[in-house]
């Protein structure tokens, strides 16, 4: 009953979220090259966003973008045009916003479109995924429709950040795989309870899945892995190994190859420190806890991730790509099977929240649009 209130509640708010200048770009968002400083790839800006937060293709090349604010937004393959889908009841103060934006492994057939956001309730807040279907049959007045929550983060709490809710699908197209943050309250991530700190495998209906490795020692049944803290970025590679990347504290942003069951040591271990100067003991071997594969202080405030897949780039097949928020960068790694070291990190001049595979196989990232960052698309071909 509660959601099926809440899904009407969301299809009121996204039938009131046109835009009469939807079709029309504002100013500046016209394609022009910039100089690339001795990177090798060409930056073209293709279009300029309100605080965008994820980004993923359609098929025919369009784009979904989600901006901070609640917007999922459809944008043109070129950039030039855009129209608003949905505004999304998000509580977008601090980190929260709306989130994440993945199309279904049937998205061909069923059209659907899983979301995430930040939402408050009775208690606090936490952050919710969520799925509608893309209503495509008349051109220009797109809508996502049918829009329902599947599944919420709990407990909820108090506070503004490390939401995290990044989603990727398993190579089977059977499970969804969520990223829950421990809120910046520490002691959740090792709570076995809890879903906060945490990375999980859900059915495509938002359930906990079956067979999850730790529901028989008495965790959330939803719980693949665990003693994560604000994981933004999560993705496949071809082999079906499943990556995760995450803000350490003081110190400490990880790289984690994610298996079933597994600890992961926060708040209990890291590779930095608190904020306060409390020292956190390092990863050590056989401590018990999984060790990133990667690590880097000082950080670079890692946001979205992708394994790279395409022929433009093919130096680059197989490795991961990482948006850097403080460091306003993009991190290259270097992937080989199951393990990883560091490659390049190419100074970009502003925040990057996202980076996404175009179909081209060329590489688009999304300045974050906070603390000086405009919040431009930005399309990355070799250099000439």
């Not at 952050?127 to 929550?149: F, T």
């Not at 110190?251 to 020292?279: A, F, I, T």
């Not at 880097?296 to 197989?318: A, E, H, N, R």
């Not at 790694?333 to 502003?350: E, I, P, S, Y």
Request: glycine share 14%; charged share 20%.
């Amino acid at each position: 009953m509660a959601r099926s209130l809440f899904a009407a509640g969301l299809l009121a708010a996204s039938a009131c979220s046109a835009d009469p200048q939807a079709a029309t770009a504002p100013a500046g968002t016209e394609p022009a090259a910039m100089t690339n400083g001795g990177k090798p790839f060409a930056e073209t800006v293709v279009a300029d966003f309100d605080s965008p937060w994820a980004m993923t293709f359609l098929p025919d090349g369009r784009m979904l973008v989600t901006e901070k604010a609640g917007q999922l937004l459809l944008v043109a393959a070129d950039g030039k045009s855009r129209l608003t889908l949905a505004t999304l009841p998000v509580d977008s103060a601090g980190q929260g916003g709306l989130m994440d934006v993945v199309l279904a492994p049937d998205f061909a057939r069923s059209k659907r479109v899983y979301l995430s956001w930040s939402a408050a309730g009775d208690g606090g807040k936490g952050v919710v995924l969520a799925r509608g279907v893309l209503d495509d049959a008349a051109a220009g007045s797109e809508k996502l429709r049918q829009i329902e929550v599947l599944f919420r983060a709990t407990p909820l709490v108090e506070g503004n950040g490390h939401y995290s809710g990044r989603i990727a699908f398993s190579p089977d197209g059977r499970y969804l795989f969520f990223t829950n943050g421990e809120r910046q309250k520490f002691d959740p991530a090792q709570d076995p309870k809890a879903t906060l700190g945490k990375v999980l495998r859900l059915t495509l209906d938002g359930k906990p899945a079956p067979g999850n490795p730790l529901a028989a020692k008495g965790f959330h049944p939803a719980v693949w892995s665990y003693g994560h803290r604000n994981l933004l970025g999560i993705a496949f590679d071809s082999a079906g190994n499943l990556w995760e990347q995450e803000m350490g504290p003081k110190g400490g942003d990880e790289l984690n190859l994610v298996l079933p069951g597994r600890n992961y040591g926060y708040p209990k271990v890291s590779n930095g420190d608190h904020y306060d100067g409390r020292p956190i003991p390092d990863h050590s071997p056989g401590d018990g806890f999984e060790a990133p594969k990667v690590f880097w202080t000082p950080v670079i405030s890692p946001g979205g991730l992708m394994i790279y897949s395409g022929d433009m780039f093919p130096q680059w097949k197989g490795d991961a790509f990482i948006g850097g928020l403080s460091s306003q960068a993009l991190v290259r790694v270097d992937l080989n099977g199951t393990d990883a070291r560091k490659g390049d990190q190419w100074d970009m001049g502003a925040r990057i929240r996202e980076v996404e595979q175009a179909p081209d196989g060329s590489i688009y990232v999304l300045e974050d649009g906070q603390r000086g960052s405009q919040g431009r698309m930005i399309r990355l071909t070799p250099a000439q």
